[in-house]
């Protein structure tokens, strides 16, 4: 079990076709990470990337197509706009925001996106095993006011 | 008045005396403030990296950018061969904590190298605006084709000089513009004159240097404009020999930057220290009107 | 819930890094897991007959497979199961190749990664529902964006099957880049020749529109049903009415660039760009023309005997359906001055590139065929060719190769004999690259019979001198520098993606890479589809490609789409969204957020008008299931459950 | 017409390979240029040579194995005509792992540092440091590679400024030329120079001298300029080629 537990929500279209290109071209890279396939990072939930921290997780990385170049013509967008919220919020869920990233990876960048692991690894390294999460545990079904501010 | 420590370094002290007068006097017309640096050292120059480990090359700078550091936040080293050595140290020492404790043992306290470091056209590029200059130059210099050259020294290497664009350097062409002069386009502006090969290795830089004038003789140019003693040294002290080891006949007057700016301003040839150069610039400046000024000392052909 | 794993080892691609057996043994370990098993290689014909034999004995319900990208075998394993007897859905996919075995080295390392993702595959499939899909009628009509010989022959090739074709160009005539070469290599074929009568079997193809001075606006929907804007821009002649007999071009008074000539020689405001234009109709560019700049001329108004000619004309909007769409937007040639000032960046006019000097070369160029020097119309005798300006040069971020400069340059190299017979070339090249069929002979032909010196390294600087030009080089064969007097120097410049080519991509929703050139879904095996489905790849917008094989890649798009449209109707994605309609609230915010107006409200019995997909539309990018408020709509496949469950079971 | 400006002979003819000069080793020779046999020996002496390499890619952080070989470097390579390899070769050799031929060479010695091939590489790699690193080495074995001129210019140089603290110009002059028995080098320009005004007669020394022994001190270890260590003092009149 690699010491680190990583997590990366990649859309298929780009991101997850950038990371089968880097493996493709046999681009080393370090192990920690852990892929979770998406059609879309719009389809990326912030309550899932909460969850995922509250569950234990060192380090979320959410990679998408760059922007313009969605396969759901705005998919990302959303993704953006949702996200950074996120990343704002999660010194109030007492997570480093550090440890979170969402970036853009197209498919042809094999290359960059052996990059962003070695670079998000890195850092999620440096930081080490990440606290005893303070999020409250709660079914996931119910969400509260602010949660839903995230949403949208 | 914006005031920098002024390094002169070696040649300007001796060679080179013109660029210095002729700088002084166009710092003091365009209100820029020069403070020599106190008790400044030799910069090593392309020797000192070159032997154990190059530490020389970098401590002897720093020796100059710490006393410097005391009173000021730039310094400006027109030799282009200094200026080159002292962002090199400086970059060597950013780089490198075991060479800052060298320097501080040397220097006996923690060296200051943060120091800017600016090359003459760097320093005129950012203190004078071309349409003052202009405004003051009255065209004067209209008529003149200047050859821009920057040599290497300068912009090379890119990562650690960042000044202008090293493929294709540009800098000088707004200001001469301003004097009315015409600065157009000279294909050899960043090509080597053969550096401080001229003691141990003459033909190198005679068959560079001759090169250089020879294009810009070609190509129809009144003057070759300069901002490194160096290569002033090498395209000007030495044309006499190349034409002599060529037989070629070439009459090509090299100008420091500064010169130009001076002439510009109105000032007379002989102030600037253009009659110490060894290729007469009567026929240039005949065409400004100060033909008859200086007195024709004819080159000897050395 | 009987799940069954199968780990592939595709021979050593994955065992040699990961402990195949290890995660066997792991799946066995965990809950629901009633078989598991490595194969050798899982997509072979054995490998998959064993999935099938597996789920038939055991009676499995749901199955993991671990091997290679999804992106690449997905459909092969659905299949597979579905021979089996299962829902095609109920497979997953992880991917231990591309994503671990081929990235790492360490083999601990590796296999904990895998079994994590195997374990992450069960959880996710535990919570998988049977999906089925549903068929969309297919718009029997296609798109071809460009119109220069690779979307000719698309264009030809889909007609010719007996489908509507669009062609859209941008330009004011068909024949693209190939219709400005004087000769083809390497067998010296007249371009023109062999192109013009393509180009007029285009236009008067039955099942063939096309539309010149035109540009894709926008393009909505999807596979088997695009809807697509198309501008068709103002020329200001009508189209119908013109001719073609140039009259208006003679007596235009407005000078103006010459575009299909590279700039060689000068055009007029009105023209026709070159004499085989096809249609053969005059196009105003009002950015010259002296009625629109100075608001007064009207010489051609006053001489056309059509009376063809239209000020008022403007851009006019065409909207149609399409099943499929061909791109092939071709690319335009590297513009070097700005990166390259030791070439004197533009200052010397007898420093030209490779595709002026074909227009010099070609008889129906502004020359007439003759070639002459820019700079005083003198017949130069040194010509001197310089290979990959623009390429191979990562100093000016064009690392890559284009392809075609050493064939094109052995070319000009004898043309330029053939021209001048006193005249001497010089070829400075890094490497020969020739790989075509008849291309190696080709370039030892240039050599041998037409003595062209080829020199063995990249140009340093050209420089002028006494109304020559100096080239300094290096022959890095005999090992040193070499310099050259010049009286002409002719530049191969690389390949750059048409302009605007990033934005059409992104028009369409296709990847491309950072040069702008599209990306092909498979580099080996889907080499024309882009990565959106119903859009095809020809030509050299894909990247650098000589005339064989962009004509070769057209008539290869041509079949997949031929394939797709001919089948009148398409199996969708079930991967769609669904509503939980009694606890839908009705806030609509899921209609507010789709991309695709896939959501609509449906009243129930109760009266309650409530959020309902409607399928056909719907793409699945599950924008909506994270806008949900009350997280009742939810992406089949991607639901919330399965995702946690797939993020628990890591982190457990 | 096509002419050779770069001194090489031309057209250099591959002349001859030899096989099994030693286990795994040939040659190829390019003939030879001004009495320097242009060629290499692929060999044995790859395995030796390459932490040579390797210690030169670390210290000037440019990659050797990047290099094409274009030649672009030696295209407009300032003195590459005084060379026997062109910078181009340089990094070949290196590729090979041809170590001593690169310490050895007089390019080593000769190259100064235009940095003309570094600003015009294709693939980014600063040449002329790379050679620059080769020439330290190059210094720290106290290679000459049959250009003692070079490097006594240079010891002399640093001499004079040690001494000083600044170059004195006309004693450097001087004193480098009588270091190698051509005192009358350049003497045509001396007369032109005095009437110009153009050098002190009297040395131009700095105040604080000792900050400057220390400095040299501290690179070499003793107050010398360190020439000792390479076993040849400056002297007059020390050996000329």
């Known amino acids: 079990m690699a010491e680190l537990k990583l997590i990366g929500f990649l859309c298929n279209w780009c991101s997850y076709a950038g990371a089968d290109m880097a493996g493709t071209a046999r681009l080393k890279q370090p192990g920690e990470l852990r892929i979770i396939r998406m059609p879309c990072t719009g389809r990326v939930d912030p309550l899932l990337v909460l969850k995922a921290f509250q569950e234990g997780a060192d380090g979320v990385l959410v990679s998408g197509c760059h922007p313009g170049d969605c396969h759901y013509n705005e998919g990302n967008y959303y993704a953006r706009r949702r996200l950074e919220l996120l990343a704002r919020m999660l010194p109030a869920f007492g997570i480093e925001p550090e440890r979170f990233e969402y970036t853009w990876v197209s498919a042809s960048e094999g290359a960059r996106w052996a990059q962003v692991v070695d670079d998000f690894t890195t850092r999620i390294r440096m930081l080490g095993i990440g606290d005893e999460p303070t999020v409250a545990k709660q079914p996931d079904d119910q969400r509260t006011g602010e949660e839903r501010a995230v949403n949208e | 008045m914006n005031s920098y420590a002024y390094f002169p370094g070696c040649s300007l002290t001796s060679s080179a005396g013109e660029y210095d007068t002729s700088f002084r006097l166009i710092a003091e017309a365009l209100g820029i403030g020069l403070d020599v640096i106190n008790d400044w050292n030799c910069c090593g120059a392309s020797p000192a990296p070159h032997h154990w480990s190059g530490n020389l090359g970098v401590l002897l700078p720093a020796r100059n950018m710490h ?92 990562k650690i000089m960042n000044f202008d664009n090293a493929r294709n350097p540009v800098s000088m ?45 070609g190509m129809g140019f009144d003057a070759i404009v300069t901002a490194c003693p160096l290569c002033h040294q090498n395209l000007d002290l030495r044309q006499g020999q190349i034409n002599k080891a060529f037989g070629t006949s070439i009459e090509m007057p090299i100008l420091y930057f500064s010169q130009v700016l001076g002439l510009a301003l109105g000032m007379s040839a002989d102030d600037l220290g253009i009659d110490s150069h060894m290729v007469s610039a009567q026929k240039l400046l005949g065409k400004i009107g100060q033909g008859d000024r200086a007195a024709d000392k004819s080159t000897e052909v050395a | ?619 699945g990018c599950g924008v909506c299931n994270v806008a949900c408020p009350p997280a009742v709509i939810s992406l089949k496949g991607y639901t919330d459950n399965q995702l946690i469950a797939e993020t628990l079971e890591l982190l457990r | 017409m096509f002419h050779k400006l770069a001194g090489l002979p031309w057209p250099l003819s591959v002349n001859q390979i030899h096989k099994g000069i030693g286990d795994g080793e040939f040659s190829v020779s390019l003939g030879d240029w001004e009495g320097v046999p242009l060629s290499i020996r692929v060999s044995a002496s790859v395995a030796g040579g390459a932490e040579v390499v390797a210690d030169i890619e670390r210290r000037s952080g440019e990659r050797v194995s990047a290099c094409y070989q274009c030649g672009r470097c030696t295209s407009t390579c300032t003195g590459a ?9 340089i990094m070949r050799l290196l590729q090979l792992g041809q170590v001593d031929e690169v310490l050895n060479s007089r390019t080593a010695q000769l190259c100064f540092d235009c940095m003309t091939c570094s600003t015009r590489c294709p693939m980014g790699i600063d040449v002329a440091n790379v050679i620059e690193h080769a020439k330290m080495i190059a210094d720290e074995r106290g290679i000459e590679g049959g250009e003692k001129d070079i490097r006594r210019f240079r010891l002399a140089f640093l001499q004079n400024v040690r001494r000083h603290g600044r170059l004195h110009e006309a004693r450097l002059l001087t004193w480098f030329n009588l270091s190698r028995l051509k005192p009358f080098n350049d003497f045509a320009l001396v007369p032109v120079i005095l009437r110009r005004k153009k050098v002190h007669i009297v040395p131009p020394k700095i105040k604080n001298r000792e900050e400057i022994h220390r400095i040299f001190r501290e690179v070499n270890g003793n107050g010398k300029s360190g020439d000792e260590r390479h076993g040849n003092e400056i002297k007059a009149g020390g050996g000329a080629e």
């Open chain 4, 81 to 89: 005509f005084a060379f026997d390899y062109p910078p181009h070769r």
């Open chain 3, 1 to 619: 819930m009987r799940v069954g794993v199968f780990v592939c080892q595709c021979g050593t691609n994955i065992a040699a890094t990961v402990d195949t057996e290890k995660v066997v043994s792991a799946a066995l370990a965990m809950r629901d897991v009633q078989h598991a098993e490595t194969i050798q290689y899982t997509c072979s014909d054995p490998g998959q007959r064993a999935i099938v034999d597996a789920v038939q004995k055991k009676g499995l319900t749901r199955v993991v497979i671990a091997a290679c990208s999804p992106r690449m075998h997905e459909t092969t394993f659905r299949r597979t199961v579905t021979r089996a007897g299962m829902n095609p859905y109920m497979m997953e996919m992880v991917n231990i190749r591309e994503h671990c075995s081929w990235i790492h080295s360490d083999i601990d390392t590796a296999t904990d990664k895998a079994i994590d993702l195997m374990r992450m595959g069960v959880a996710r499939v535990r919570g998988q529902a049977p999906l089925n899909s549903t068929t969309v009628p297919v718009t029997r009509r296609v798109l071809v964006i460009g119109g220069g010989v690779a979307g000719i022959q698309a264009a030809l090739d889909i007609a010719d099957a007996g489908l509507p074709v669009t062609l859209v160009e941008r330009g004011p005539s068909i024949g693209g880049n190939m219709a400005r070469l004087d000769k083809t290599f390497p067998t010296l074929d007249c371009s023109s020749c062999i192109l013009t009568p393509r180009m007029v079997e285009a236009n008067q193809h039955e099942d063939i529109d096309l539309m010149v001075n035109s540009e894709v606006d926008s393009v909505r929907g999807y596979i088997g049903n695009f809807e697509v804007d198309i501008r068709r821009k103002a020329t200001c002649v009508d189209e119908d009415k013109c001719t073609g007999c140039m009259i208006c071009q003679e007596k235009c008074p407005g000078k103006a660039p010459d575009e299909f000539n590279a700039g060689v020689g000068e055009s007029k405001a009105i023209s026709i760009p070159f004499p085989q234009a096809v249609p053969m109709v005059a196009a105003i560019r009002k950015e010259h023309c002296r009625q629109f700049i100075k608001g007064k001329c009207g010489v051609c108004e006053k001489v056309c005997p059509a009376d063809a000619i239209d000020y008022e004309q403007e851009d006019t909007i065409v909207t149609e359906k399409f099943g499929a769409i061909v791109v092939a937007t071709g690319y335009q040639t590297y513009d070097w001055r700005e990166a390259y000032p030791d070439y004197g960046g533009g200052q010397y006019p007898d420093v030209i590139t490779s595709l002026q000097y074909e227009r010099m070369l070609s008889a129906s160029g502004p020359t007439g065929g003759h070639v002459k020097r820019p700079s005083d119309g003198e017949e130069p005798k040194q010509v001197v060719f310089i290979s990959c300006v623009g390429s191979r040069d990562e100093s000016v971020s064009r690392p890559l190769c284009c392809s075609v400069g050493c064939m094109y340059t052995a070319k000009q190299a004898i043309l330029t004999k053939e021209h001048i017979p006193d005249s001497q070339s010089y070829v400075f090249y890094i490497d020969i690259r020739a790989g075509g069929k008849g291309y190696e002979e080709f370039t030892r032909r240039a050599q041998r019979e037409f003595g062209a010196i080829y020199l063995r390294g990249r140009v340093g600087k050209i420089y002028p001198s006494g109304g020559k030009l100096i080239v300094m080089g290096t022959d890095t064969l005999s090992g040193g520098p070499v310099e050259v007097e010049a009286d002409l120097v002719v530049l191969a410049t690389g390949f750059d993606s048409a302009p605007g080519a990033a934005k059409l991509a992104q028009k369409l929703n296709v990847s491309y890479d950072q040069y702008g050139f599209f990306s092909e879904s498979h580099p080996k095996l889907r080499p024309v589809e882009t990565t959106t489905g119903g859009i095809y790849l020809a030509g050299a917008c894909q990247g650098p490609k000589d005339i064989p094989d962009s004509v070769a890649q057209a008539s290869a798009a041509a079949a997949k789409v031929i394939g797709l449209v001919s089948r009148g109707e398409l199996e969708t994605s079930p991967m769609v969204a669904e509503v939980n309609q009694a606890r839908c609230t009705g806030c609509f915010k899921c209609r507010d957020v789709c991309p695709y107006s896939a959501i609509e409200a449906v009243a129930l019995r109760d009266g309650r008008e409530v959020a309902g997909v409607i399928d056909s539309l719907c793409q």
């Open chain 2, 67 to 158: 006393i410097a550091g005391y009173a000021h936040d730039a310094m400006v080293a027109p030799c282009a061969g200094c200026y080159n050595r002292h962002k090199n140290a400086q970059y060597e020492l950013a780089g490198s904590e075991e060479l800052r404790e060298q320097a501080a043992r040397v220097l006996r306290e923690p060296v200051r190298y943060e120091i800017e470091i600016l090359n003459l056209v760097e320093l005129l590029v950012r203190e004078v605006e071309p349409d003052e200059l202009a405004s003051r130059t009255e065209g004067r210099l209209e008529g003149l084709n200047l050859a821009t050259y920057y040599g290497c020294l300068m912009t090379r290497p890119a």
């Open chain 2, 173 to 217: 062409k707004p200001l001469l513009k301003a004097t009315g002069a015409e600065a157009g386009h000279f294909p050899f502006k960043s090509e080597c004159c053969g550096s401080y090969m001229g003691l141990a290795k003459k033909e190198i830089v005679l068959r560079a240097s001759r090169r250089i004038i020879e294009v810009a003789e």
